[in-house]
């Protein structure tokens, strides 16, 4: 399948030092879900942002992130409104705060149209109201955030973020504020709705359902990524991650040991290192490449 996005040696280093992306590199292809995961900090909505240009000043940003032909690091106005909406769709994290409480739910997702200046075709909102499952949505648009649960204002984002049949949809935690039965049937209107998912999760169960690839991050890097990165995890911070995870029936979870390093410091060697408990002399020194999908040389030779 053809590359609809293509992440190369992308750095991300904000106003206050933090390093938030330390050359990263993917690629999403057309049809495909790749998913981000990692702890907090690691890297993953930054990325999303650094996408979308939604950075705070003064941020620098080297590398090249290539969506669809365009290039998004660096790109002036002209090309960032060709990127927002129509090349890429964006599903917020948290959707009463997406939505603004003074507007309907109506005027929102028309928004979709009137930001590239466009007026929505007669009927289009409430169709897409009804195309991701909202019931009676002619009546349910003219009502206001508070009287939506968060189900469905997070059906409501994925249908205006879908609006212009964008190549590539960006997801950030999409299912933050919704309960186990809300987040899987979240996931799977966004799966299908999306040409091309970029999606950030904590939820690796919900993940390793709908994702083709997942890239695991740690400390603005890519430590891990596959298709079985989380069913079969070779990378010790993958290992850790998983086992970190609460699971029915399974006993409490392994807690992973130490805390991530300071980005704002130099790193010298593999950023895991300090927490690993395969590390060996080398990985302190060294930083380990991605190779055969895995940036650790204890697993991977």
């Known amino acids: 399948m053809a590359e609809v ?28 879900c790749l998913a981000l995961v990692g702890e907090s900090g ?25 969506v669809g032909g365009v290039e998004a690091v660096g790109a002036d106005r002209a090309a960032m409104r060709r990127l ?17 409480p003074l507007w309907t739910v109506g005027r929102s997702l028309r928004e979709a149209w009137r930001a590239r200046r466009l007026r929505p075709p007669p009927g289009a909102p409430a169709e897409r ?19 939506w649960s968060g189900g469905m204002l997070q059906r409501a984002q ?26 899987a049937i ?11 998912l970029l999606l950030v999760s904590h939820d690796l169960r919900h993940v390793a359902a709908v ?6 991050l740690y400390a603005g890097r890519v430590v891990e990524v596959g298709r079985d990165a989380l069913t079969a995890p070779r990378h010790p911070y993958t290992r850790a991650l998983v086992a970190a995870t609460p699971r029915p029936g399974h006993g409490l979870p392994t807690e992973l040991p130490g805390t991530p390093p300071d980005l704002r410091a130099d790193i010298v060697g593999c950023a895991f290192a300090p927490r690993c408990p395969l590390a060996v002399n080398a990985c302190h020194h060294s930083d380990p490449a991605l190779a055969d999908g895995v940036a650790c040389p204890v697993v991977s030779g």
Do not use: M, N
């Not at 979240?186 to 091309?196: E, F, H, M, P, Y």
């Open 84 to 100: 927002r909406g129509g090349l890429l769709g964006h599903v917020a994290q948290d959707p009463h705060t997406a939505a603004d």
């Open 42 to 66: 690691s890297g993953k909505s930054t990325l999303l942002r650094a996408l979308l240009s939604l950075l705070p000043r003064a941020s620098v940003v080297t590398g090249s992130a290539i």
């Open 129 to 147: 109201a009804r195309a991701v499952g909202i019931d009676r949505p002619a009546e349910r648009l003219r009502q206001h955030p508070h009287q």
């Open 211 to 216: 994702a083709d690839q997942v890239a695991v």
């Open 158 to 183: 994925i249908a205006g973020a879908g609006v212009h049949g964008p190549l590539v949809t960006l997801a950030d935690e999409p299912t933050s504020a919704l309960d186990a039965e809300l987040a």
């Open 5 to 32: 996005l293509t992440v190369d040696d992308l750095h991300v280093t904000y106003p206050d030092g933090t390093r938030a992306l330390r050359g990263v590199s993917l690629a999403l292809a057309d049809g495909a």
């Open 186 to 196: 979240t996931l799977g209107v966004l799966r299908r709705d999306s040409r091309a």
